[in-house]
Structures are given as C-alpha cells and as structure tokens.
C-alpha cells in the first residue's frame, strides 16, 4: 500500500507541472494585456507599464513561473485583478461550498442508482430491466444545462414543491434545513448525469457477479434472494463503482460552473466562470491548479480505499 501511495504521489509532479505552466502562460495567450481592465478611460500606456511591472506580466515566463511556484509553495496564490483581494482567501471561502454541492450531487446519484443497479442485475432482461435501461439512455443524453432549465421549469411552477429553491444559497453551518432546501436543485441537475452510468456499471458487475460459484452455493442454502444480492453480490460488484464515484468526484467538483452560475451558488465554478469573463487571470490560475490537486487526491484516496477491500490490490 505504501508503494502505490508512493507511486500516487509521484504521478502528482507532472500532472501539477503541466497545469500551472499551461495556466502561467494565459497572459501571453489573451487578446492584450491583463491588467488593461483595471485602468480608467484617462490611463496612460506608463500606467499600464507601471501594473504589468507590479503584477509580473513584463517578465518572460519562465520567471513568471517560478516565480508563482516559489510563491504557491507560501500559500500565495497571487492577487485578484478585478477584486485586489488574495486569491488563496477566495478559493477557502468558496471550495467548500463546491465540495458540499458535489458530495450531496455524488450520494444522490449513489442513492438512486444502487437499488436500480441491483434491481435490473436481478430481472435481467425483463419489462422493468428494459424500462429503466431506455430511461437511463434517455438521461445520459441530455447534457447538464438542459436539465438545469427543465429542473428549474418543473419545480419552480408547482406550490407544492416551493420548498426547493430555484436560486442562492445558504450555508450548511447557518441553517442547515435551508441549505438542503438551495442544494436540492443543483444537485439533482448534477446527479441526473451520473445516475445511468452508475446503474449501468453496477448492473453489467452484478450480472457477472451473479453467476459465481459462490452465489450458487448461498441460493442453494436457501438464503432469499434480496440477502443474496445485497449480502454477498453487491461488494464484490463494487470495486468498479467505487473507483468511478471516486473520478466522478473529482469531476464534479471541477465541473460545477454552469450549475453554480445558473443557480447563483457562491463556488468555485461560479467564480471561474467570473474570473474567465473578466480576464482574472490570477484567479483562473488558482483555481485551475486547487482542483486539478483535488481530482488527483481524491483519485489516490479511491485506489487506497480499493486496495483495503480487495486483497489482490493490497498484494501488489
């Protein structure tokens, strides 16, 4: 297990190498300058020399990058074009709403998707297994913006379901039952993507699974079949699921802009999406750079987690 922490950590050197030098290098691929925004109609171009000089962007970019590395190792992430605020602040006060949203989105898709996994493995190739496989076709797609406006259309029209708020956000330390009432939405629009690819994966599993050795043996001891299936089908099933919902984690958690902005949720998504409209560069960066971490951090946590529930990993 120590080897492949190892091995893990290891993998993360290049990935942060490419990330924070593609992102470094943004400045020299924009239309102008990216301190152009921050001067008044009556600047003159030694003002715009002047902030380049401040913020960097005169220098060649090796230096720039080492630069930002040597600084990014303090904690310094740089200084917000638009804001003048740090960078390092913005993301600690935005990350953890992104994280809850994708945490809430990932264990509703889990939710739906196991019983209805195991369900169709079970009546394989019957009308229920069927149905549930064209609906799953069907959710599969439609791309996330559009379940967004459907979602908001269908539950934002009905008093009976006024209790999901359409837009904002309250944080789960102040009001929690509010929180869930402003995550709600979101996360099923999220949740929606993940829903039939999970059933899918457990399905195809279980279904192999079902036909082991010892399945056979525990139906023949007579045990029911939903002890069966759950009991002794379902973990050896897992394994690939849980190294999916570890991915899809990583991939929600960067994968939240349209969501965030529709849904004016105060996260890291929605503060990419300003930071990309306004040329914040500084902001882009840091973000791009703490969720790519994320993604490879929590993609070592499931290769952890999958050695401890299959010994043959744990042997390697």
Not at 36 to 52: I, R, W, Y
Not at 296 to 301: D, P
Request: aromatic content about 10%; proline content about 5%; charged content about 15%.
């Amino acid at each position: 297990m120590l080897r492949l922490l190892g091995r893990k950590l290891l993998a993360l050197i290049p990935v942060l190498f490419l990330v924070t030098f593609a992102t470094t290098a943004l400045p020299d691929l924009v239309d102008g300058s990216p301190v152009a925004q921050m001067l008044g109609p009556g600047s003159t171009p030694q003002d715009l020399k002047d902030l380049e000089h401040e913020f960097g962007y005169d220098k060649s970019l090796p230096v720039r990058y080492v630069t930002w590395v040597g600084n990014a190792l303090t904690g310094d992430l740089g200084e917000s074009l638009k804001t003048r605020t740090s960078v390092m602040d913005g993301i600690v006060d935005r990350f953890p709403v992104t994280l809850e949203l994708a945490v809430f989105a990932l264990l509703m898709a889990l939710i739906v998707a196991v019983p209805l996994g195991v369900w169709t493995a079970a009546r394989a190739g019957s009308r229920v297994d069927r149905v549930v496989g064209g609906v799953s076709s069907a959710l599969l797609s439609i791309p996330t913006f559009v379940s967004v406006f459907l979602l908001v259309y269908f539950f934002a029209n009905r008093e009976m379901l006024d209790a999901f708020k359409p837009t904002g956000w309250e944080y789960i330390s102040v009001d929690f039952a509010k929180n869930i009432e402003f995550a709600f939405l979101p996360a099923l629009a999220l949740a929606l993507a993940e829903i039939p690819q999970f059933q899918r994966l457990l399905r195809s599993d279980m279904l192999a699974t079902l036909q082991e050795d010892f399945i056979l043996t525990a139906r023949s001891k007579g045990l029911s079949t939903p002890y069966v299936l759950f009991r002794h089908a379902l973990r050896p099933s897992s394994f690939s699921l849980l190294t999916v919902s570890g991915l899809t984690l990583g991939r929600l958690i960067g994968g939240t802009v349209i969501v965030e902005s529709f849904f004016a949720i105060p996260g890291l998504g929605q503060g990419m999406y300003q930071a990309i409209t306004s040329k914040d560069i500084p902001v882009v960066q840091g973000t791009v750079v703490v969720i790519a971490i994320m993604y490879v951090l929590i993609n070592t946590l499931v290769d952890l987690g999958y050695s401890l529930i299959d010994p043959r990993v744990r042997a390697r």
